[in-house]
């Protein structure tokens, strides 16, 4: 049993990218929500491969789609409940991975635009401090990677502003939050800004994909 669980929490993709919606038809933001999903698994597991302190990947979903493509690359499946919202489903998994004998969680969106290896051994690969979390923030105010001990003595608030929120919740926990600038975790693609940034990334690939 790795000692630190990392958690990609994902919707169905059909409900997937709602705020793209001007520009990109259903199917299309379905095939970019899965595309994004797919390779932040695969740079998990690239990180996975490299760390010297060991975790298991696994996602917390209630889509049969993002289920069966997580069991396809060997990641592990997190049932999702009727858990109210995003936050809801991160403390379902936290209760999980305890009850499987872990001692810290990750929490990674599926929707990365370009995390790095770099990045993710930065943010995964250290030892387990059980008085700290490290909370990434997204260009947006948001959280973009989460790092606590288990059990959980935080509550979640992902939603706007959630950045501060976790800082604020970690110190009324008794905890020390570390705020690392890890840039290549700092964005996601949830804007039609975000998608236009990838015209000019090397990974623009993805988003050849997708467009019309």
Known sequence: ????????PMKDPARAKTRLGAVLPPARRARL???????VLHRLQRAQADATHPFEIATVTASPAIAELAHG?????IPEGATGGLNGAIRQAAGWAVLRGHHGMAV???DLAAPTQRDLLALLDRPADPDRVVIC???????????????ARMDFH???????????????????PETPALASLRHDIDRQ????????????????????
């Open 158 to 176: 992902y939603g706007p502003g959630s950045f501060m929120a976790h800082c604020a919740a970690a110190r009324a926990a008794g905890l020390d």
């Open 193 to 212: 800004e975000d998608l236009s940034a990838l015209l000019t990334h090397p990974l623009r690939a993805t988003l050849a994909e997708v467009r019309p």
């Open 137 to 151: 923030a997204s260009a947006d105010g948001g959280t973009n990677a989460l790092l606590l001990p288990l059990p």
């Open 1 to 8: 049993m790795s000692a630190r669980l990392v958690v990609v």
């Open 108 to 110: 990674l969106p599926g």
């Open 33 to 39: 929500a899965s595309l994004l999903f797919t390779r």
């Open 73 to 77: 690359l060997g990641v592990r499946v």
